[in-house]
């Protein structure tokens, strides 16, 4: 018998439910970062703006406290990328994702200026540095050069940030505070290994279609890098669901994963830049037209029935900041009324300072 068909609509509202962007959760927010098998966090606030608009009641000074205290902490982790994820994922994750990050740090072109140095030595340098108290990049490679002079500091710090299990220390990613990215290793940030619960990538890999799904092999290679993924969805296949999309690729999910009615409304939502929902698939097409990637890029996306359908940055000049809207096409009058409303209560949380805030929505371009 064949699988079950699921189309674009069905398939964007099963990943829907699962981000908690059909409807706001009760989740606490770190309960929300490890069902979300962690958040993008290269722009430090990001995962802020993301909780929000995933969450009924959240309070920025909540996550920014469980970062000061240790609970949570920013890491290249996935894809080799800097996420926001709890202490305990961040441990148990570290082993599973290392050789992706080995893998990244191979291609890169300032890895070729080290050919030839002994990484094992570098390395185990890098971590005695990082053990006693966090560096920034340029810090590192200034003391390791004392040891390597005829090489480049900042290729230096780089091999041990891609290549030792580390994290990203506060202030950096604290609500309301600022800092340059200080590095230190994740046993001494975090209290060593004993805490972290055993995963295996068999388990990741049925989290991540917990939080995705349903998905095809591309679509989970492109969220975790991880190699062997056939493999790996051939051994859960027998706890797993299978169904296709509409170009006949086989999909993967848990057999008790929502799925819910394509015709559920979605309300509008605004993603913080390069959030994870616009990352983790290969065919993005469930939530983003591919011609509309591009055009989100380093910004802000506006959900609107639960797709893409334009960006959103926010502009200040002295006291005065607007939530700037640049729609992709035109929308119905109530769908601008509920974006901007929407819209006003996202300023509340990114603008909380400025005295005078409001929604600008621009014409649709050309």
């Known amino acids: 018998m064949p699988d ?11 990943t829907l439910e699962r981000q908690l962007l059909l409807k706001r959760s009760e989740m606490s927010a770190l309960g929300a970062v490890e069902h979300l098998v962690g958040m993008q ?15 009924e009641s959240f309070d ?16 290249p982790l996935m894809r080799a990328t800097i996420h926001l994820v709890t202490a305990r994922d961040c441990q148990a994750l570290h082993p599973l994702t290392q050789p992706v990050l080995a893998r990244a740090f191979s291609g890169q072109a300032f890895a070729r200026g080290l050919a030839g140095l002994d990484l094992v030595d570098l390395v185990s340098a890098g971590r005695t540095l990082l053990s006693k108290q966090p560096h920034t990049r340029a810090e590192l490679g200034e003391a390791l050069g004392e040891r390597w ?7 230096l710090a780089l091999a041990v940030t891609y290549l030792l299990p580390v994290v990203q220390v506060p202030p950096r990613g604290v609500w309301g505070s600022t800092g340059e990215a200080r590095w230190a290793t994740t046993d001494s940030w975090l209290g060593g290994p004993e805490v972290a619960p055993d995963l295996s990538r068999d388990d990741v890999v049925s989290r991540y279609l917990g939080a995705f799904g349903p998905a095809t092999i591309a679509d989970v290679r492109t969220w975790s890098g991880f190699t062997g993924l056939r493999e790996i969805l051939e051994r859960l296949r027998p706890r797993l669901r299978t169904f296709a ?14 799925r819910p009615d394509p015709e559920s409304p979605a309300p509008p939502r605004f993603l913080p830049e390069f959030d994870n929902l616009l990352l983790s698939h290969a065919e993005r097409s469930r939530v983003i037209a591919e011609a509309d990637r591009r055009r989100v890029f ?14 959103w940055s926010v502009s200040r000049n002295g006291q005065a900041a607007a939530l700037v809207i640049e729609p992709f096409v035109p929308l119905a009058d109530a769908d601008i009324g509920a974006v901007t409303a929407e819209g006003e209560a996202l300023l509340d ?18």
């Open 298 to 311: 380093g910004k802000g996306a506006v959900l609107v029935d639960g797709y893409v359908r334009g960006a």
């Open 245 to 258: 999309d509409e170009r006949g690729n086989e999909l993967f999910d848990l057999p008790d994963a929502p």
């Open 41 to 55: 966090a290269q722009s430090p606030f990001a995962p802020y703006v993301g909780l929000w608009s995933r969450l």
């Open 149 to 155: 002079p005829d090489h480049d500091p900042a290729s």
């Open 4 to 14: 079950p068909v699921l189309d674009q609509r069905a398939l964007g509202r099963a």
């Open 60 to 75: 920025p000074d909540d996550l920014a406290r469980a970062i000061l205290d240790g609970h949570a902490t920013r890491a």
């Open 349 to 366: 949380l990114v603008a909380a300072g400025n005295g005078s805030r409001g929604v600008q929505m621009l014409p649709v371009a050309a």
